[in-house]
């Protein structure tokens, strides 16, 4: 691996992930709306930028020339199929055989055989109709983006995130494949190490056409997970 695109650069997740791609030496190409361009201001000379909407499919095909990899933030930001645009267009322009790696929630299914608690079906169920509501987020798009890309044949991962604290590293978060596993209980990770495991995928062919569901390496779900095996 030698150059990544991360698109959407300047958000919270986008910025550790530019931390730990430079951390390995990759040289990293960064996408973000023009207005956020300032949000990278401390890393201006260590990485290029490219401007634009991320479902802008010109400013991706600009962005992702000549990329090994690819980290996708997939972000359901209003009602103009931002998340499935985003998520087209890095698979109709990035290199053959580049890999391509997107975050998205638990909340998403690839088989169907994830087992969600009431909790989390209510809280999807409310936060999706609300924010419809006020056209602010479009939680079927960030579905369609991934439906789209769990039926392509680029060599993709989907990395679902459990819910997110702040905080210093505690490592490689731990993963399985459906959300209701025991290990993943606890439901929480550090944004920089969701950070780190998109940044660590990318050279992990075990994960390629895979849809990790993950959580923080020391929680006690995981914690008690090691212990019993
Ligand atoms: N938050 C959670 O608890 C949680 C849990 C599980 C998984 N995830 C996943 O983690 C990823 C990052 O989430 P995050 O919560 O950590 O957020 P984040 O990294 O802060 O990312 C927010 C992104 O949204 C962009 N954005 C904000 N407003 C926008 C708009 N109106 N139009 C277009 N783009 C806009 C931001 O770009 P600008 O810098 O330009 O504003 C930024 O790239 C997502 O894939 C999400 O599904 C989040």
Not at 10 to 30: F, N
Not at 185 to 211: C, K, P
Request: glycine share 8%.
């Amino acid at each position: 691996m030698r150059k990544v695109c991360i698109v959407g650069a300047s958000g919270k997740l986008g910025q550790y992930m530019i931390q730990h791609a430079l951390a390995r030496g990759y040289e990293v190409v960064g996408v973000c709306r023009e207005s956020s361009v300032e949000k990278l201001a401390a890393y201006q000379d260590r990485i290029s930028i490219v401007p634009g909407k991320t479902n802008d499919r010109a400013i991706i095909q600009e962005a992702v020339s000549g990329c090994d990899g690819v980290l996708t933030v997939l972000v359901p930001w209003g009602i103009q199929q931002y998340a499935s645009g985003t998520a087209q267009a890095v698979m109709d322009f990035a290199e053959p055989n580049a890999r391509l790696i997107f975050s998205c929630g638990w909340h998403i299914s690839r088989d169907g055989k994830d087992v969600y608690s009431w909790k989390l079906k209510a809280m999807v169920a409310l936060f999706g109709t609300v924010a419809r509501w006020l056209r602010l987020v479009e939680l079927d798009d960030q579905v369609e983006a991934c439906n789209r890309i769990f039926a392509s044949n680029t060599c993709w991962t989907v990395v679902r995130g459990s819910d997110l604290e702040e905080g210093a590293s505690q490592g490689l978060p731990v993963w399985s494949e459906h959300v209701g596993d025991p290990i993943l209980r606890s439901n929480l990770t550090r944004r920089i190490d969701f950070a780190l495991f998109m940044v660590a995928a990318l050279e992990d062919d075990a994960l390629i056409h895979n849809a990790p569901a993950i959580v923080g390496c020391q929680t006690q779900s995981a914690i008690e997970h090691q212990s019993l095996s």
